[in-house]
């Protein structure tokens, strides 16, 4: 039985259930539950807070966990990263009043708050800046009001918290993150473990391509295929008028409609562009 760690709350916590879900796994129907068994995959889903998920897979208690980078960077879990999963991005920046220091090397002396104490007090250290760095749990924003902090380093995905709070983002990025899968350090291969991942893989180019089908003369289609090379090599099939071929070919789904006009210049006709549902690549 694989036993893999799922965040329960959070930002993580609802694209993560989607990603699994879409692997072809069981999903909990109730927030509350705290344990899932999916028996037909032999795996066990354990819902935690996201920040406690890198210690239960660091010890070894769980398998694989899905967590942030910046989650698994802060705590000092004995875990790496092995797999990246495309959302949850966020920065870890620095910010402060407008009028305060402009960058860390005007950290010291100062005091810095955070939830992120385990990565932005090595991080400073590393500036050579003597900085007091405070932990608090959430809302560190509001520590600069308060008094409590100079500056604050904190979680900026569009920015409108920092703006909101009239604060500035200061100095360069501490750490750039997104969703990961994460194992003990050091483990061991194990087939399972290998089957988890190539589900997840999957999802990512499920999500991350479309299949493009198109219909082009003969003595085109090196030129058709420059545009749609595929991942590997686009499969060219003949049609029963000979002077033309047809082409099955992935493609990025965010280049689609670009590959579409260029085709569509070239001569192909009949372009379609198919949604995939899952894949082993
Ligand atoms: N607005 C956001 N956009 C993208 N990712 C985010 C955002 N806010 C947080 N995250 C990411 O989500 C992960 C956990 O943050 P989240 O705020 O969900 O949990 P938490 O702060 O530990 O828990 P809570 O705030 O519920 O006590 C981190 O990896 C963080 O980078
Ligand atoms: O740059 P933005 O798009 O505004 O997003 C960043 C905000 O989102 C997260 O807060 P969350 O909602 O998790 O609250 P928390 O501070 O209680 O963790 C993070 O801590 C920032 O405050
Ligand atoms: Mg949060």
């Known amino acids: 039985m694989l036993r893999i760690a799922v965040p ?3 930002a993580l916590s609802e694209p993560a259930v989607a990603m699994l879900h879409e692997a072809g796994y069981r999903q909990r129907m109730d927030r ?8 037909d995959n032999n795996v066990e889903f354990f819902f935690l807070r996201p920040r406690d998920i890198a210690v239960y897979v660091g010890s070894g208690k769980l398998d694989v966990g899905l967590t942030g980078r910046d989650l698994l960077v802060d705590s000092t879990a004995d875990a790496e990263e092995i ?3 495309g959302f949850a991005a966020s920065t870890l920046r620095f910010a402060t009043r407008p009028g305060g220091p402009r960058d860390v090397t005007e950290f010291g002396g100062l005091t810095i708050a955070t939830s992120f104490d385990g990565v ?3 991080y400073l250290e590393r500036q050579g800046v003597q900085a007091s760095v405070v932990h608090l749990d959430g809302a560190v924003e509001t520590a600069i009001k308060l008094g409590v902090a100079d500056v604050i380093a904190d979680v900026v995905e569009t920015g409108t918290t920092l ?3 009239g604060l500035e983002i200061v100095g360069d990025p501490v750490l750039e993150s997104e969703a990961v899968v994460i194992r003990r350090r050091g483990d061991a291969e194990d087939p399972r ?3 988890f991942l190539r589900r997840l893989q999957g999802v990512l180019v499920a999500r991350r391509y479309v299949m493009m089908d198109y219909d082009i003369r003969a003595e085109l289609v090196e030129q058709a295929i420059a545009l749609t090379p595929g991942l590997e090599s686009p499969t060219v099939s003949p049609l029963h008028d000979r002077g033309w071929v047809a082409v099955r070919s992935m ?3 965010r280049e689609a409609q670009r590959v579409m006009d260029g085709l ?3 001569g192909a006709r009949a372009i379609l562009t198919t949604q995939i549902h899952a894949c082993r690549l």
Request: charged share 20%; aromatic share 4%.
């Open 8 to 10: 329960n709350k959070g």
């Open 32 to 39: 509350r539950e705290l344990v899932l068994l999916d028996s």
């Open 83 to 85: 797999l990246q999963l």
């Open 120 to 122: 932005v007090a090595p």
């Open 163 to 165: 703006r909101n709070a």
């Open 193 to 195: 473990v290998a089957q």
């Open 251 to 253: 493609v990025p789904t």
């Open 264 to 266: 569509y210049d070239l």
